[in-house]
């Protein structure tokens, strides 16, 4: 999409890491329309004056800037091509000001803007060699014989000097600029490597747990498939007869037990596809789907759950990141409570229905987070849970949100427990 009103970035939009192009597409057309407005202001004053040796080398020019300014607008990839011509167009009319204008009338002045042209229209190397051209050029102008230049030589070597001097200052300060560029990509990198470590790391983790969370859901099933085929087994030995009603039913809880844990593997496989589309789906049951994996935990740990859906609410959303943020807030939420032995250790989840979100809210009764680590706690690798956490549940369900859902998760704690608000947009924009 363009935005074809900008004139000094040539209607161009630009990703975050382009700011150094847009600066260079709006430098050049700032000197072309600049220069344009000179050498119109040049043309009217060249009439008056009735000179009019200049006119038609201005005229050149005019004709120039007009084509490079509309190229620029419908050829992005031609901003080398024009920067190139413009530097050779500057360095052209800045040695006729040179050749063919007076000392009295500071025409030569202009010329020490060209190192801050040179920035932006060329590489650090290219600029070296147009300027070495251009004081090779100010330096033969008296000792030419074709034009009859009126700068002594002690005036040229003058401004050759000072050229010199600015072209250096802005050499090195551009330097550091390309030097502090490169410390931040190099930094950016970086970080971008360690993010997708911690990813990668989170996804493990939630490997591990699922898998744990696999043998809580399958234990007690496998059980009643064991204990139904035991009894029947030992009904046999004994030489008891096994009635067809009573065979049904042990059949029947067998089926529905075998059932259950199909369900359960299908659960698992929709949580791990790599679906990255957006589906409309009841807000409701995109947490059950995350209760449903720790019920047995919650269960196990005889921790009362409660859970009123008092909305039919559709979201447009990302199904399987939001339940992998709810998840790891009830994990953390079991996992506190387990480890410090609760009475009554309790967890409620509340909806709230806000005008433009869902506000899905887990509360628990553990024995808070500390005031201290409150401010780190959605940090990578920062945990309370000493060896036992990896400290990126809560800090991946915190990007999740940043990231998918353009939102975040507020906490709030004290000595009576801990409460975590997921702010979900009903739409994604």
């Known amino acids: 999409m363009r ?13 975050e890491d382009e700011c150094d192009l847009k600066s260079r597409f709006q430098m050049i057309n700032i000197a072309i329309i600049l220069s344009t407005i000179g050498l119109i202001t040049g043309i009217i004053s060249n009439i008056v004056k009735n000179i009019s040796g200049l006119i038609p080398l201005e005229l050149t020019l005019l004709c120039v800037n007009i084509v490079l300014f509309i190229l620029l607008r419908y050829k992005r990839e031609s901003l080398k091509l024009v920067s190139l011509i413009e530097t050779a167009q500057f360095t052209l009319l800045f040695l006729v000001l ?18 801050l042209l040179l920035l932006y229209f060329q590489n650090e190397n290219n600029s070296v060699y147009w300027v070495v051209f251009m004081l090779i050029m100010l330096i033969l102008a008296p000792l030419q014989p074709f034009i009859e230049v009126a700068y002594s030589q002690f005036q040229v070597i003058y401004i050759s000097i000072v050229l010199i001097t600015i072209s250096t200052i802005i050499y ?7 030097e502090a560029k490169n410390i931040i990509r190099r930094q950016v990198s970086e970080l971008t490597n360690k993010d997708r470590l911690i990813t990668l790391q989170s996804k493990q983790a939630v490997m591990g747990e699922m898998i744990s969370m696999i043998a809580h859901q399958w234990r007690q099933p496998l059980s009643t498939v064991t204990l139904s085929i035991s009894d029947l087994q030992l009904k046999k030995m004994l030489g008891k007869d096994i009635d067809d009603e009573f065979m049904d039913k042990a059949l029947q809880d067998i089926s529905d037990t075998i059932v259950y844990l199909s369900d359960t593997i299908d659960d698992f496989q929709t949580y791990f596809a790599p679906n990255k589309d957006m589906n409309e789906e009841k807000v409701c049951e995109i947490i059950n789907r995350a209760v449903n994996f720790t019920k047995a935990r919650m269960d196990g740990a005889e921790i009362s759950f409660s859970f009123e859906e008092c909305t039919d609410g559709l979201i447009q959303t990302y199904s399987n990141e939001l339940v992998q943020v709810i998840l790891n807030i009830l994990n953390n939420a079991i996992d506190e409570l387990v480890e ?61 949100m940043q990231k998918q859902f353009n939102s975040k998760i507020e906490v709030k704690s004290s ?6 608000c997921i702010q979900v947009p009903k739409k994604l924009l």
């Open 340 to 400: 410090h032995k609760r009475a009554n250790p309790t967890i409620i989840i509340t909806i709230l229905d806000k005008k433009s979100r869902f506000e899905i809210i887990i509360d628990d009764n553990g024995r808070g987070v500390p005031l201290e680590d409150l401010e780190s706690i959605f940090e990578p690798y920062y945990s309370t849970k000493g060896m036992n956490g990896t400290g990126l549940g809560l800090y991946m369900s915190q990007m999740i």
């Open 98 to 115: 040179i050749y063919v204008s007076e000392p009295e009338q500071l025409k030569h002045i202009w010329i020490f803007t060209y190192p």
């Open 415 to 420: 000595k009576d427990g801990t409460q975590f």
């Open 172 to 178: 090195f300060h551009q330097k550091k600029i390309y």
């Open 3 to 15: 935005n074809k009103i900008d004139y000094l970035t040539s209607g161009w939009n630009y990703n």
